[in-house]
């Protein structure tokens, strides 16, 4: 069945739904698929969406749809070419390295296992060990590699501490407190363009707890992470492809319905419905949901009824953070050393400390031999509200910013314009929001159960922000996209049906004395 049959099918399931209301609650796939369009609609065609139509597949459920609004699938991991023609390359806008690997025999990133099987082409980055002696300042070349050194100690103490605070069951804090409260908040630019590049990855309210335990589960193989390193994606097929290439080993064409972005989602005791802005509607048993947070939370998407209290705070209690890469392309590379190996202090990146914390803050040149040697491509990266206020500004004055910063670092250098330029606008993109999701230390265990939880045992939710140790991450979409899976399979199969469950009510983590 082809694109437009669905369509025609979804048209003729308009006008039957009515006899679809008197379904039984745990319909087995094969008597709902009479009926309805699919057991199972999967809103989303990134990780999570992916790999949950993989496990309904391995589970011997084959009626679901994946309904995506972009043509493709992958999400967030989304390439782009970038340079002028001769000098072209596939970078990426979303994410680009598998963070923490694996150790020896130990427990893998599942990412890195789908890259190996994929036989993705990847690169070793290191992101603590490449900036070596890469430092500027509104100065120009300023050698401040011993405060980068006791802000990487800063760091592995903030956590030491949030582990301490985790055991004494302590209230959790602001990242940025936990800083001050161990007597590392910065107070030079210089030592704060060190914490950024620590933190500031997700630079919105940041929980101390939570983003301890995040780093931790990934990459402190002491408790179960993968490895300390991290792999950069150089695929000329762009990092998706992994994503895509696994898919097609199952995915049947009528099990996916690109180019169609939902607008509502209607959910009753016997079933849902989805409509989309191009006015298809479909109706299943179940939805798995795997819009970003941050999509959930703008409300781009309309739920029938609204959705209830607790899901509401749970959505509204996180964070959705923007992290921003800017691309230059330069007729040819005028700053960090090219001939040098990552594996030697290749000064692949570059920390700017500007009087403004944040100001384009964080260099990374693809311009090395490991990665794109000559491409004369560098880019700057800009998180939270800065990213927010670029994606207002038109290209050219950021890039005119972008090349006062590099003119402040290169003082003595005559600086050509750049051949190219190029930066995604993920805030204010309606199929994003922002980047990745974060936990603010408001947010509490039962607001991420509820997160995670069933609504009426017909909407399931799963993506990168309901993964409790991996939230942010590529593996955490992985590990959610599966595990949800799974236990809808358990609903879907009747061999034992258990929603995940809420909290009515989030309670204060410690009652306040008052
Ligand atoms: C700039 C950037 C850098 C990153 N760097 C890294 C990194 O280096 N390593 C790492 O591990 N992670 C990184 N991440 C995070 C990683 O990309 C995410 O954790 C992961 O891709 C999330 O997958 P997902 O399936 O949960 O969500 P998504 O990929 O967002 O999938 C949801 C899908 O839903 C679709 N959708 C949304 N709204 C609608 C609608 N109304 N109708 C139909 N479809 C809709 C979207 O198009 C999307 O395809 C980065 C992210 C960004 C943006
Ligand atoms: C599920 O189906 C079984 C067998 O068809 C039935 O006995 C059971 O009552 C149903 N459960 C619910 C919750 O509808
Ligand atoms: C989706 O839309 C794009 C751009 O409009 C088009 O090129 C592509 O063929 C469409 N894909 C499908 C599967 O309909
Ligand atoms: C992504 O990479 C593929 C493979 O190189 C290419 O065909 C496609 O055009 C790229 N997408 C964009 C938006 O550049
Ligand atoms: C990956 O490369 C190996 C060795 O070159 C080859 O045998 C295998 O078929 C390739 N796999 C894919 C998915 O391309
Ligand atoms: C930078 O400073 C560090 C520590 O003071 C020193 O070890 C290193 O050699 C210096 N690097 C350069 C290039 O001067
Ligand atoms: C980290 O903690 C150790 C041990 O308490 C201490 O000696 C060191 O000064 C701390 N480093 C920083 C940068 O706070
Ligand atoms: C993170 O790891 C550090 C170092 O192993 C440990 O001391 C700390 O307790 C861990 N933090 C959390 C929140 O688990
Ligand atoms: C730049 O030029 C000035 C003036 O000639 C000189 O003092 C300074 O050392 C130069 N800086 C670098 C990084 O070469």
Same mark, same amino acid.
């Given at each position: 069945m082809g694109f437009s049959a669905i369509l025609r099918h979804a048209a003729l399931c308009v006008l039957l739904s009515a006899a679809s209301i008197a379904l039984p609650q745990n319909s087995t796939a094969a008597s709902s698929s009479s009926r309805k369009d699919a057991a199972v609609l999967i809103l989303g065609g990134g990780v999570a969406g992916v790999i949950a139509a993989r496990t309904l597949y391995q589970q011997g459920i084959t009626n679901f749809i994946i309904v995506e609004a972009r043509d493709e699938l992958g999400g967030r991991m989304q390439n782009y070419t970038f340079g002028v023609p001769g000098k072209q390359y596939t970078i990426e806008l979303g994410p680009n390295w598998i963070q923490g690997t694996q150790t020896g025999d130990g427990p893998a990133n599942p990412i890195?296992?789908?890259?190996?099987?994929?036989?993705?082409?990847?690169?070793?980055?290191?992101?603590?060990? &490449? $900036?070596?002696?890469?430092?500027?300042?509104?100065? @120009? #070349?300023?050698?401040?590699?011993?405060?980068?050194?006791?802000?990487?100690?800063?760091? *592995? =103490?903030?956590?030491?501490? !949030?582990?301490?605070?985790?055991?004494?069951?302590?209230?959790?804090?602001?990242?940025? /407190? @936990?800083?001050?409260? $161990?007597?590392?908040?910065?107070?030079?630019?210089?030592? !704060?363009?060190?914490? #950024?590049?620590?933190?500031?990855? !997700?630079?919105?309210?940041? &929980?101390?707890?939570?983003?301890?335990?995040? =780093?931790?589960?990934?990459?402190?193989?002491?408790?179960?992470?993968? &490895?300390? &390193?991290?792999?950069?994606?150089?695929?000329?097929? @762009?990092?998706?492809?992994?994503?895509?290439?696994? !898919?097609?080993?199952?995915?049947?064409?009528?099990?996916?319905?690109?180019?169609?972005?939902? =607008?509502?989602?209607?959910?009753?005791? /016997?079933?849902? *419905?989805? *409509? /989309?802005?191009?006015?298809? %509607?479909?109706?299943?048993?179940?939805?798995?949901?795997?819009? %970003?947070?941050?999509?959930?939370?703008?409300?781009?998407?309309?739920?029938?009824?609204?959705?209830?209290?607790?899901?509401?705070?749970?959505?509204?209690?996180?964070?959705?953070?923007?992290?921003?890469?800017?691309?230059?392309?330069?007729?040819?590379?005028?700053?960090?050393?090219?001939?040098?190996? $990552?594996?030697?202090c290749p000064k692949s990146m570059a920390l700017y400390a500007d009087k403004q914390r944040g100001r384009y803050p964080v260099w990374q040149s693809l311009d090395i031999v490991d990665f794109f040697p000559d491409s004369g491509i560098v880019f700057v990266t800009v998180t939270g509200d800065f990213s927010v206020r670029i994606e207002a500004l038109p290209d050219e004055q950021v890039q005119d910013e972008v090349m006062d910063v590099l003119r402040a670092m290169f003082p003595n250098v005559t600086i050509p314009e750049p051949l190219d330029f190029h930066f995604p606008r993920w805030n204010s993109n309606p199929l994003f929001r922002g980047s990745y999701s974060n936990w603010p230390a408001s947010f509490v265990g039962g607001h991420w159960e509820n997160l995670r939880a069933t609504v009426a045992d017909r909407l399931w939710f799963a993506g990168e922000a309901t993964s409790l140790k991996y939230f942010g991450f590529l593996h955490g979409a992985y590990f959610e996209g599966l595990d949800v899976a799974q236990q809808m399979a358990g609903c879907i199969q009747g061999s034992g049906c258990a929603t995940l469950q809420h909290v009515q009510n989030v309670m204060n983590a410690q009652p306040y004395p008052i």
């Open positions: 890195y296992l789908l890259a190996q099987k994929h036989n993705l082409t990847t690169a070793y980055n290191d992101l603590y060990g &490449s $900036i070596c002696t890469s430092f500027y300042d509104y100065n @120009g #070349y300023n050698n401040y590699s011993d405060v980068f050194s006791d802000a990487v100690d800063a760091y *592995t =103490n903030t956590t030491i501490a !949030a582990g301490e605070r985790l055991d004494q069951q302590l209230v959790d804090l602001n990242l940025q /407190t @936990g800083y001050a409260i $161990i007597g590392a908040a910065s107070k030079t630019p210089q030592e !704060a363009v060190c914490t #950024y590049y620590q933190v500031d990855w !997700a630079p919105e309210e940041t &929980s101390w707890i939570a983003s301890s335990w995040n =780093n931790n589960f990934t990459y402190d193989t002491d408790v179960g992470g993968f &490895s300390d &390193s991290n792999d950069m994606c150089i695929d000329q097929r @762009g990092f998706k492809v992994i994503i895509q290439e696994e !898919a097609q080993e199952f995915l049947e064409p009528q099990q996916l319905l690109l180019n169609h972005t939902i =607008n509502k989602i209607a959910y009753s005791d /016997t079933g849902v *419905t989805v *409509t /989309t802005t191009e006015g298809t %509607s479909l109706t299943a048993d179940y939805v798995l949901c795997t819009f %970003s947070v941050g999509v959930l939370q703008y409300g781009d998407v309309l739920f029938e009824p609204t959705l209830p209290s607790w899901k509401i705070e749970a959505i509204q209690s996180t964070v959705m953070a923007t992290y921003t890469k800017i691309f230059l392309q330069f007729p040819e590379n005028f700053w960090f050393d090219t001939q040098a190996s $990552i594996h030697s």
